[in-house]
């Protein structure tokens, strides 16, 4: 399924779903930096990354926590639509437009 979609995202701890459904095998992910560790040592084919806010693997994105997903929203949205409306909406909600740490592959 994963391969058909456009883009696949969990935010959070979310991730564990997606590498428990075996998504995430041999691609890079995050999640939240209490659980980083745990998520590497449960699934071993994941190569956690433990610093970006989040990450892009193919079409899977992973984001490191509730408000590191806004950034991943507004990357969605800059990607779907324009960088112009990233900004209008990063304004909107007060959030920096600025792409943060982030690991695209």
Known sequence: MAAEVRRLGAVCVGAFLLAEAGLLNDRRATTHWRFGSEMAT??????????????KDGNI???????????????WVEKI????LRMKRARVGVVSPSPGRTAAK
């Open 61 to 75: 994105y992973t984001s490191a926590g509730i408000s590191a997903g806004i950034d991943l929203a507004l990357a």
């Open 81 to 84: 639509a324009a960088p112009a």
């Open 42 to 55: 449960r699934y071993p084919g994941v190569r956690v990354q433990h610093d970006p806010l989040w990450v």
